[in-house]
């Protein structure tokens, strides 16, 4: 479910060839700019085209490497942010349903009318200032039945939601592993940074007994060797 979401997200933004990127980042990282376009079958300007539309938005990123074999160029390599692009996913449906409910709260409470030659729709006050008429032909305008249209906007709406509720279940498994992921990188590196300070606490101490022993050494007086004693 997850990866059709994705193709969905990168084909609103940068077109339906974009889909083909997501097969080829899914669950993978720092994939190299020239194998993208290899696989896409597109030159280098239009892959480069369709991953900068998408790294606008946030949904990919990069990191760049100097190519000493290709006189020193920069080569791309990219990731697939999928986390990111689910959450912007999210907020495009949100908006959407929105949009819908605000439209089918005004197809309930207004009254709309219809020119039947032109098939122009006008709202009452637009209706009331042409005196019913259409401005276009003259015709007397009717009342428009809005049944089916509020019934496709409730569908239209219950769509989205159910797939609104799909996506945030997606969002939270992904934000889950990510925070488990920097925890264990935050556990990993205070590990590292404790076996470090237990390592200079042991050179401190290492190098304290060694100048202590010195000292010792220094103050610590030559035994004199025992005169003999002559005969009488």
Known sequence: MQIHLLKNIVTSIAGSNASGVVDLLYNKKNVNEFLISKKLKSTINQTRNILYRLAD??????????????????????????????????ENLQKNIEALEQQLAQRRTG????????????????????????PECGQ???????????????????????LLATVQEEVHVILGKETKARERKLHA???????????????????????VKKSVAVKKPKKQPLKKRSKK
């Open 189 to 211: 590196e205070a590990k590292k940074k404790q076996a470090e300070r237990v390592a200079q606490k042991k050179a401190r101490a290492k190098i304290a007994a060694s100048l």
């Open 57 to 90: 938005e946030g949904l990919v990123s990069f990191i760049r490497k100097k190519d000493v074999k290709k006189g020193g160029w920069y080569t791309y390599y990219w990731t697939l942010n999928s986390g990111k692009s689910l959450l912007k996913f999210k």
């Open 140 to 162: 007397v305008l009717d009342v428009k039945d809005l049944s089916a249209e509020v019934s496709q906007i409730e569908k239209d709406i219950t769509r989205l939601k159910s």
């Open 111 to 134: 009254r709309f009318f219809v020119c039947k030659n032109c098939e122009i729709e006008f709202n009452e006050e637009s209706s009331l200032t042409h005196n019913y008429t259409c």
